[in-house]
């Protein structure tokens, strides 16, 4: 069974940078796909990045292209997330999730193992 826990949000001004850390533990993490979601209030949860399982795959949300790097770390049960440029709508509830593979990478419904979420709060 894979655990995940999500870490390094936190309150950054507009144009700056912060990088996530899911830090995975349990069975076959290096065999799992992985994705990034975020959560703004009172909206739907959004798929931000995709991982494949030897990390040779990535794929983004187009409002994150060219600001967003998501990579990982097998030896280190680890997926990043390297935010820059953040915007004031880069803001909210940042979870990392195992991807199931039942439907497309951006669908909630095809992750069967989620973190608990790190806030991250974008605003001057």
């Known amino acids: 069974q894979l655990q995940l826990v999500e870490s390094g949000g936190g309150l950054v001004q507009p144009g700056g940078s912060l990088r996530l850390t899911c830090a995975a533990s349990?069975?076959?993490?290096?065999?799992?796909?992985i994705a990034w979601f975020r959560q703004a209030p009172g909206k739907e949860r959004e798929g931000v990045a995709h991982i494949n399982p030897d990390g040779g795959s990535a794929l983004y949300v187009d409002s994150v292209k060219g600001r967003f790097t998501i990579s990982r770390d097998n030896a280190k049960n680890t997926v990043y997330l390297q935010m820059h440029s953040l915007k004031p709508e880069d803001t909210g509830e940042y979870y990392c999730?195992?991807?199931?593979?039942?439907?497309?990478?951006?669908?909630?419904?095809?992750?069967?193992?989620w973190g608990q979420g790190t806030q991250v709060t974008v605003s001057s």
């Open positions: 999730a195992r991807d199931s593979h039942r439907g497309g990478w951006t669908w909630p419904g095809s992750y069967d193992t």
């Open positions: 349990g069975t076959a993490f290096d065999v799992a796909s």
